[in-house]
């Protein structure tokens, strides 16, 4: 069975930085391009950002050089660091990649 399991989400103040971790059992990451999405209270999901297998990444225009995506295939994870983070950037956090999953909250407040 393949799941995915993200970590590492919270409450951070404006400007601070969080890790998201996406942790995949059932399946090597390897052969995958792996994503980041989101999804905002009453919002629509929206696409963050992707690695794909040979390490290229590729990121949404709101990111504007805050966000970075990298994996260890030896490890079979995929993280998300992201810094400067905004109000906005408030949402549950999902990787995707062969499957999907349950998502991580991070709330940016003051």
């Known amino acids: 069975e393949v799941q995915l399991v993200e970590s590492g989400g919270g409450l951070v103040q404006p400007g601070g930085s969080l890790r998201l971790s996406c942790s995949v059992s059932?399946?090597?990451?390897?052969?995958?391009?792996m994503n980041w999405v989101r999804q905002a209270p009453e919002k629509e999901l929206e696409w963050v950002g992707s690695?794909?297998?040979?390490?290229?990444?590729k990121y949404a225009d709101f990111v504007e050089g805050r966000f970075t995506i990298s994996r260890d295939n030896d490890k079979n994870t995929v993280y998300l660091q992201m810094n400067n983070l905004k109000p906005e950037d408030t949402a549950v956090y999902f990787c995707?990649?062969?499957?999907r999953g349950q998502g991580t909250q991070v709330t940016v407040s003051s």
């Open positions: 995707t990649g062969p499957s």
């Open positions: 059932g399946v090597t990451i390897s052969i995958y391009t």
């Open positions: 690695i794909y297998t040979g390490g290229t990444t």
